[in-house]
């Protein structure tokens, strides 16, 4: 039971370039949630989703897209990378609790 | 929608110390959690704690959500408790948490 996993772990992007962000949960929940860290900050919520096939913006959804084909999978695209992108992005599942994954550190130079 | 405040924003501690770390709401919530960000950047539920009082070996914490606050505790603090801690409430139709921007605390040896 891996819970929720995140891939990369690290990336570092050019302007202008596109990337996807992998989220996957084993735990079988509805909700899953991307969000951004910049430093010294807390969370902002990017996107969420209810369940498989519906998803909605969250604070700060500028700049990015997301997809739920599948209960298990969270994908969030970046189409063009910008540097205020630059970021750690944490995908989350709730049931009662919230479950993170370790977080994606992106940074667009 | 939902603000999360928390205070103070930073606390040194000596080890062995007390602290009080606050979060207050200002709305009704369904949900309030307390995480733990480490300093290699990983989040750590420690309390789901929609109402009342829950403890954790030298962490503690209450809610009340009548009067929109809760209180983490910790006591006998060690090195290893540095870090930033965060608050988060579910408010809203959305289902989504919304964090507060965290206590940075620092236990000196």
């Known amino acids: 039971n891996a819970g929720v996993t995140q891939t990369p772990k690290f990336r570092i992007l050019k302007i202008g370039q596109s990337m996807t962000l992998q989220c996957t949960q084993d735990?079988?929940?509805?909700?899953m949630y991307w969000y951004r860290q910049d430093p010294g900050m807390g969370l902002k919520l990017i996107y969420y989703?209810?369940?498989?096939?519906?998803?909605d913006k969250g604070e700060v959804p500028n700049g990015y897209n997301v997809s739920r084909s599948t209960t298990e999978d969270f994908p969030l695209r970046l189409e063009l990378a910008a540097p205020s992108q630059t970021s750690v992005y944490f995908c989350?599942?709730?049931?009662?609790?919230?479950?993170f994954g370790e977080g994606s550190r992106l940074t667009v130079l | 929608g939902i603000q999360v405040e928390q205070s103070p924003p930073d606390l040194i501690l000596q080890e062995g110390a007390n602290s009080t770390l606050r979060c207050n709401f200002s709305?009704?919530?369904?949900?309030l959690q307390w995480f733990h960000q480490n300093p290699w950047g990983q989040l750590i539920n420690l309390f789901y704690?929609?109402?009342g009082t829950k403890q954790n070996g030298r962490l503690s914490a209450t809610t009340v959500a009548t009067e929109r606050y809760s209180l983490l505790y910790i006591s006998s603090s060690q090195t290893t408790d540095s870090g930033v801690y965060f608050c988060?409430?579910?408010?809203?139709?959305?289902?989504?948490?919304?964090f507060g921007k965290g206590t940075k605390l620092s236990v000196k040896p």
């Open positions: 989350a599942t709730p049931q009662g609790e919230l479950f």
């Open positions: 989703s209810v369940g498989a096939g519906i998803t």
């Open positions: 704690i929609p109402s």
């Open positions: 988060a409430a579910l408010g809203g139709s959305q289902g989504n948490l919304i």
């Open positions: 709305d009704s919530v369904n949900n």
């Open positions: 735990m079988n929940h509805n909700y």
